[in-house]
């Protein structure tokens, strides 16, 4: 339940950013030039730009999101190293108050009045470095309480963090962005940096640690057990010790399907990061829906992807297979991208649910699974590292379509949509070898053993 929350925090610091670009511009006429009127396009925390212009103002919005984007898809492949190597409920909670920090600093931009593109651009990007805290941890702690056998069921339920975070950061942002665009990001930062004070207070990081906390008075009362201790535990300790060494990077990459589920997530990514951050602008243009009404409608998607992220893991517990739910998946999701989702309501729930669910499995139960593979030989030390590889591989993919969406938008939303179905054939072909053995498997065949 903790991590449910810590993780909904996350989400929902960033999803503001989202919001405020559908009113981004609404022409207003800033002055005079001889008898001509100057008409711009009146861009919120964009305003400092006299230049911008209906041109050119989708690209902006682009470079902004990769300055989060791009920091996160680089911090994900060191954070996972870090969090094998430090306390967990440290290292979220440091990472809570300071993404609470520098997404209330991009607000209150908007009350200092700075006019500076790099000061906007510089906080997404810290915040973006210090968000790459969250998941890796919170796929550890889960990791380290819950096993193997129905992990897609519960890390698919635990997974609508994700949507959740989406929903709440949309309608917070919405509540305050046609009055005080600063307010949609305060609000977030302050919920973050509570739930960080939170995690420090309340975090068990996993069940040995809660075992640990328990059998600590007892060791210390008795001065039988420290002789016990000593004289019979010494071997064990240290084969514990030797076995929860952290794995090394080139050591991650070497487990069985890491490579493959990594480069998959980085193109399903690339899909699900350019609706979460172009859906609220697309249905603004096309429904001339109003920026609220667009963030609220834009929630329906968030909500299939809750639905999604659960019908996948039971899917993949029940038949055992997660590269072909994902690719299943993914095939039926590739032409319901180019629908127009914005006229159905169920439309975009089931696009939100095919879209998300084989997103939410790999960085899930996937992850977990690959990080506890049998060829650790329980060496416990993987998990973060993994789930940090996979993510930071699909973070690639989330930094790539935001700004693919900004720089081929101006051209149609028509293109946009081809790019995203292109990804989503990419990300099956990934997983054909995975698919493959696990079909031979349904079907009797088993795999020779190496070496």
Not at 95 to 112: D, E, H, K, N, P
Not at 211 to 232: Q, V
Not at 424 to 446: N, P
Request: hydrophobic letters at 50%; glycine letters at 10%; aromatic letters at 14%.
């Amino acid at each position: 339940i903790l991590t449910f929350f810590f993780y909904t925090a996350y989400h929902l610091s960033r999803k503001p950013i989202s919001i405020v670009k559908s009113p981004l511009n609404h022409p207003v006429v800033f002055g005079t030039t001889g008898s001509m009127d100057q008409l711009f396009f009146f861009p919120l925390f964009l305003s400092l730009f006299i230049s911008l212009d209906q041109d050119n103002y989708q690209n902006l919005f682009g470079y902004i999101d990769n300055c989060f984007l791009v920091a996160y898809a680089i911090g994900m492949f060191f954070s996972g190293m870090f969090g094998e190597r430090l306390p967990l409920r440290y290292y979220l909670t440091s990472g809570m108050l300071l993404s609470g920090l520098f997404t209330s600093l991009f607000g209150l931009g908007f009350y200092w009045n700075i006019h500076s593109l790099w000061y906007y651009c510089l906080m997404q990007a810290l915040n973006g470095l210090v968000q790459t805290t969250g998941w890796p941890a919170v796929v550890a702690c889960v990791g380290n309480w819950f096993g193997k056998g129905k992990r897609g069921f519960i890390m698919g339920v635990w997974n609508s963090h994700t949507s959740v975070g989406n929903i709440l950061g949309s309608l917070i942002a919405g509540a305050f962005v046609s009055s005080a665009w600063g307010m949609s990001f305060i609000v977030p930062g302050i919920i973050i940096a509570a739930m960080g004070i939170i995690c420090f207070f309340f975090l068990v990081e996993s069940k040995l640690s809660l075992e640990d906390e328990e059998r600590e008075p007892l060791l210390r009362n008795s001065a039988n057990n420290e002789e016990i201790f000593n004289n019979h535990t010494s071997a064990v300790v240290e084969a514990v010790e030797e076995q929860a060494e952290a794995i090394s990077f080139c050591g991650a990459l070497r487990i069985p399907g890491v490579v493959e589920f990594s480069l998959c997530l980085l193109f399903a990514k690339l899909v699900s990061y350019t609706f979460l951050y172009w859906l609220p602008l697309y249905i603004a243009n096309v429904a001339n829906f109003d920026a609220k009404s667009a963030g609220d409608m834009s929630t329906l998607f968030d909500v299939g992807g809750i639905l999604g992220g659960i019908l996948a893991g039971v899917v993949s517990d029940y038949t055992g297979g997660r590269a072909t739910t994902c690719c299943v998946m993914l095939i039926v999701a590739a032409p319901m991208v180019s629908m127009p989702v914005i006229m159905y309501n169920i439309m975009l729930l089931v696009c939100g649910a095919l879209v998300n669910g084989p997103y939410a499995l790999i960085t899930t139960a996937v992850s977990a699974d690959l990080g506890t593979h049998e060829c650790l030989r329980g060496n416990a030390k993987a998990l973060s590292t993994v789930t940090a590889i996979i993510d930071g591989t699909g973070s690639i993919g989330a930094a790539i379509g935001p700004l693919l969406a900004g720089l081929i938008s101006p051209t149609g939303w028509n293109n946009v949509f081809y790019m995203l179905i292109s990804a989503d054939v990419l990300a099956c072909l990934l997983l054909c070898r995975l698919v493959f053995k696990e079909v031979r498997g349904w079907c009797g065949y088993t795999t020779r053993q190496r070496g």
